[in-house]
C-alpha cells in the first residue's frame, strides 16, 4: 500500500526549505512555519502508516477502517454485516495526537518531541489565531537554525533522500542553520552555574526555603483539565522544581478527553532557574518524565 503522507509531507517540506536563507522577511516565515507544521504533520502519520495504516485513524477498530483501506476487496453484500460500518469514522489524528502516537515508534519525534509541540502550537496560532501573537523571532530561530537538522534526522532515519526535500541547496541551508545554532547544551550550563549561586546566596536566609517549600507545595496542587504541574528535581540546586505539563485534549463521543500531556516549561521556587525554550527542555529530556498515569488523573 502507497504511503502517501511522505509523499505529502515531502511537498510541504520542500516549500518551507526554500525559507532557510537569511534573506527571507518575517512574512514568508510565517507561510515557511505554516508550511513546515504541514509536512511534520503528514510526516508524523506517514511513520504511523507504515507500522500499520489503520494508526492514523481516531478509530482504528476492524468495523471502522476496513472499508476505509480495502474498499476494493469487499464483497457485494458488505452491507448485510454487522461487524463493518455502514458509515465509517473517516477522521484521522490531530497533530499533537500523531505526535504523541510517532514518538513511541520514532527516535528522531522523541529527540524532538518539544520543538514539534512548538511547531503545533504555532499552526494552531496562524490559523485559528491573529498573528500578532506570534514571536518573530522564535518564528526565525525554527526556520534557519532547527528545520534544517531536524530533517536531516528524518531523513536519515526514514530512508528519504535529502534532495527530495533540500534540492540543490543542502550546502547552504547548512550553513545558515549553522549561524543559527544556539546550542542549549551552553545555555543550560551557563544557567545552571548562575542559578546554583543564587540557591548558596539565599538558602542560608532566614526562612526561605520554608516559604519556598510552601509555594512550591501549592503550585502542585494546581491542575485543570487543560495542565498541571509534576515536581522534578531542578538540574541547578537539586530542590523540587515544578514542570508545567499542557494536556492535549481530543473531541470522543461529544466528550473532551485528555489523550497526552507535553512538558511546557520548568520552574524552581528555590534558586529561581526556569526554561521554557523548546531545544533547552528537549536537551534537558524534560518529557521522559511523564508517565501515562499522569493524564489519567486529569479533573473533568
Known sequence: MNNHYVDDAVFFLKNAAIAVDEKTTDEQIVFAVLSFALGMEKLLKGILFDVN?????KVPDFKNTVSLLYKEKMLPNVLKNQEISSDPDGDVLTFKLSLLRAKAISETTEKHTSLLFSLSNYRDIIVHNTLNLLESAKLRKLILGNFYPM??????ELGIRPDKIFAANEIKMADVS????????GRIKLKIAAHLKRWEQLKNMSGYIEKKSRRTDYIKTIRNRNLFFKITECPACKNDSLMKVEVDLEEFDDRLLPVGAFVSGLNCQYCKFTVDDY???????????????????ESE
Open 151 to 156: 530533517i536531516l534526522d528524518y531523513c536519515k
Open 53 to 57: 495504516p489503520v494508526y492514523v485513524y
Open 178 to 185: 549553522a549561524k543559527n545554532q544556539d546550542s542549549p547544551e
Open 279 to 297: 531545544d533547552e527542555i528537549d536537551y534537558l529530556k524534560l518529557n521522559e518524565h511523564l508517565v501515562p498515569e499522569d493524564i489519567g488523573q
